[in-house]
């Protein structure tokens, strides 16, 4: 190899290295995530703690994906990757799932991917809907805002009550007419 080569094979190096370890983390958080198996209350009690059954060997159910999995793999994100977004479902990751494992007492395996595609095409929708509006802050409110009553229609009041038009004197012909 050539000594002029060399640099651009270590940056290389360094690189798959960086990606390596980003998909191996990512891959422990989906592997519990994904999982379908029921939790008991205890395992609910310890989704923090692998420790917990690594001391008293006891066998991970299915495998327990942990708040400390979604940390390692969030940190290491944003650290090795810091002009990188943070795409929704690594929201979602990092601060719904737990909290939906803990209610439903299972992993989201259960829902299927079909579940899971279709928010996420509602989410595609919803960032073309919203395209326009410049601050990227308020964009993902208004985007997340309108997930969420998706969901959940009880979050209704959420929503603005829409404002009636006036009708001017044109409208008015038009509809007279038809």
């Not at 080569?5 to 891959?27: C, Y």
């Not at 395996?109 to 601050?135: D, V």
Request: net charge positive; hydrophobic share 35%.
């Amino acid at each position: 190899m050539a000594k002029s080569h060399q640099p651009i094979v270590l940056q290389a190096n360094r690189t798959a290295s960086k990606f390596a370890e980003v998909f191996n983390l990512f891959g422990e958080c989906h592997r519990g995530y994904n999982s379908s198996f029921s939790l008991s209350d205890k395992d609910i009690d310890n989704l923090g703690k692998k420790n917990y059954y690594l001391n008293n060997k006891k066998c991970l159910p299915a495998y327990i994906l942990t708040e400390a999995d979604i940390t390692a793999f969030l940190v290491f994100y944003r650290k090795n990757f810091p002009l990188a977004s943070i795409l929704p479902k690594m929201h979602i990751l990092e601060d719904h799932v737990i909290l939906w494992m803990r209610r439903w007492k299972v992993g989201s395996g259960i829902m299927g991917e079909q579940g899971a595609e279709s928010i996420h095409a509602h989410i595609n929708q919803l960032e073309r809907t919203y395209q326009g509006i410049p601050n990227e802050v308020d964009r993902l409110k208004y985007i997340f805002r309108e997930q969420a009553l998706e969901s959940d229609p009880s979050l209704t009041s959420l929503r603005p009550p829409l404002k009636k038009r006036k009708k001017n004197a044109k409208d008015a012909e038009v509809m007279s007419t038809s």
